[in-house]
């Protein structure tokens, strides 16, 4: 058992006895409110409708292509350096698998380090990486975080391409980011709360989750509250920045405020599913049913694909297309180093649920669109 984890269970076992109390008074009361609204209003019916259609699109067949079809071949001996901002995030291992498969096929070699979750960490690692005069870099560090090593390898003329970088995809010159690759925030958040805003026909009671260190996860929860306040028949009960790094110890006290403020039911939609990993048992603990706080969350995780799949409190997950978002990381590096622009490709927003979670890859717990990504890079690149 981690530290972590043994952290955790301290937390949930002091707090039960607030959350359990904190049903008995007001879950129930809650429940019999929500029982007695009264219908929506037409306009609503109309912002409902919208959404249901949304995500009839963003849940369907990802079969279409529609990245690049030209580029540049090609030239086989470049050294890549990928700094994660946390080795322990898997879709941040994830991405530097698929990087590691793609530079293979045009006789590249990409190195990973370790930015370890801290910015002090992402500086060191930085560092190391301009040390090893790489011919590009690859990062999941908050750019705006490490400005000082990313304006020297900017001098430098080493181009540095971002995944979730920055808050939006696309270069970002005043970041020295020579692209930044990332499904967009701002479709993401939407797709969070029109998932709500469908499971519940428009009368959902949710919280928003997110951590404001990050500057996609800003975006991220901006997108979902302004999408969510389009349902006036909606309440948005509570938007709650909770430090990633705090996890363990936060969860817990949430959902027994959360229980003991609002009453159930209520939706949470958060910028990543990682927080579920310990709001979820605390949750079960205290006796809150998975009907009465349904959980959507954003990144794909294993974890958020058991949850889906089991019904255990999670309804849907926006991921991230770790494998294509790879090889796309590849491809505008190669455009980079050959001087030619970036391609502009923005990968659309899927949304896992119950009824697709064995499409699309999701058999293997992960998104892997069904495009021919693969064979569509390497035609660009000239590989046989």
């Not at 369907?60 to 890549?80: E, F, M, Y």
């Not at 990050?214 to 999408?227: P, S």
């Not at 028949?233 to 817990?252: F, G, K, R």
């Not at 697709?356 to 992960?366: A, V």
Request: glycine share 10%; with cysteine; aromatic share 8%.
């Amino acid at each position: 058992m981690t530290r972590s984890e043994r952290v955790f269970i301290l937390c949930v076992a002091g707090l039960l006895g607030v959350l359990s109390s904190a049903l008995f008074a007001s879950g129930q009361s809650e429940k019999s409110a929500s029982a007695a609204a009264q219908s929506i209003s037409s306009r609503d019916q109309a912002v409902v409708q919208s959404a249901i259609q949304a995500n009839q699109q963003r849940t369907g067949p990802q079969s279409r292509w529609d990245g690049p079809t030209s580029g540049l071949k090609a030239v086989a001996g470049k050294k890549i350096i990928y700094v994660t901002s946390d080795s322990r995030d898997a879709l941040q291992v994830a991405w530097g698998r698929a990087m590691e498969e793609a530079a293979g096929k045009v006789g590249w070699t990409v190195t990973t380090l370790d930015g370890q979750g801290t910015v002090n960490g992402w500086t060191a690692a930085f560092g190391q990486a301009i040390a090893s005069q790489p011919d590009g870099i690859v990062t999941a560090c908050d750019a705006a975080s490490i400005q000082g090593p990313m304006t020297d390898a900017s001098s430098r003329k080493i181009p540095v391409i971002g995944l979730q970088a920055a808050a939006n995809p696309g270069p970002d010159p005043e970041l020295h980011l020579w692209d930044n690759i990332s499904s967009s925030g701002v479709e993401i958040g939407k797709a969070l709360a029109d998932s709500i805003i469908a499971d519940s026909n428009g009368k959902g009671r949710a919280i928003i989750l997110y951590d404001a260190q990050n500057a996609i996860a800003k975006l991220k929860a901006e997108a979902m509250k302004a999408e969510f306040a389009k349902c006036a028949s909606c309440t948005l009960l509570d938007s709650v920045n909770s430090p990633l790094a705090e996890v363990t110890i936060q969860m817990p006290q949430l959902a027994s405020s959360w229980v003991s403020r609002y009453g159930t039911p209520f939706y949470v939609m958060t910028i990543t599913d990682s927080y579920y990993d310990f709001l979820v048992p605390a949750l079960r603990i205290g006796g809150v049913k998975p009907e009465d706080a349904k959980l959507v969350g954003a990144g794909g995780t294993v974890k958020a694909y058991d949850r889906i799949r089991k019904g255990d409190y999670q309804i849907a997950t926006v991921p991230e297309p770790s494998g294509l978002q790879g090889y796309q990381a590849i491809d505008e590096m190669n455009r980079a180093l050959s001087g030619a622009a970036p391609s502009g490709f923005v990968s659309p927003v899927y949304v896992v649920t119950k009824q697709n979670i064995d499409t699309e890859g999701g058999s293997q717990n992960t998104f892997d669109p069904s495009n021919s990504y693969k064979a569509e890079y390497e035609k660009i690149w000239g590989v046989q």
